[in-house]
C-alpha cells in the first residue's frame, strides 16, 4: 500500500492565543481512502477532457461513478501546499 506525504496547517489556541503550525504527515492510502480535496481529470462519453474538484470522497467512489455513466477516470491530484500533486495515473497510485 502506498504512503504520502502531505503538508497541513493545524491551528491551535495555546493561553489565549492562536497559533498555526504546519506539520508533515504521511499515511497509507488507498483507492478507499477519503480526501479532504481531490482533483479528477477524466474522458466523459464525447471524449472531451473534464476536470472536476471533489471533496470528502474517494477514487473508488468516483471512479464507480464516472463507470456507470461510461466515463474513464485519466488522473487524480491531491492539493498540497497550494500545490497540485499527481497520485493516481492508469489505474494505480504513482511513486
Keep these: 500500500m502506498p504512503k504520502i506525504k502531505m503538508k497541513k496547517i ?3 489556541e495555546i493561553l489565549g492565543s492562536d ?3 504546519e506539520i508533515e504527515t504521511e499515511q497509507e492510502v488507498n483507492e478507499g481512502t477519503v480526501w ?3 482533483v479528477v481529470r477524466y474522458k466523459n462519453i464525447f471524449n472531451d477532457n473534464v476536470v472536476e474538484n471533489h471533496i470528502y470522497k474517494s477514487i473508488s467512489e468516483i471512479e464507480a461513478c464516472k463507470r456507470a455513466n461510461g466515463e474513464k477516470i485519466l488522473a487524480c491530484y491531491i492539493v498540497d ?3 497540485m500533486r499527481l497520485i493516481w495515473k492508469g489505474g494505480e497510485f504513482v511513486d
Design 81 to 83: 501546499d497550494y500545490k
Design 36 to 38: 479532504d480535496e481531490l
Design 19 to 21: 497559533k498555526a503550525f
Design 10 to 12: 493545524v491551528h491551535v
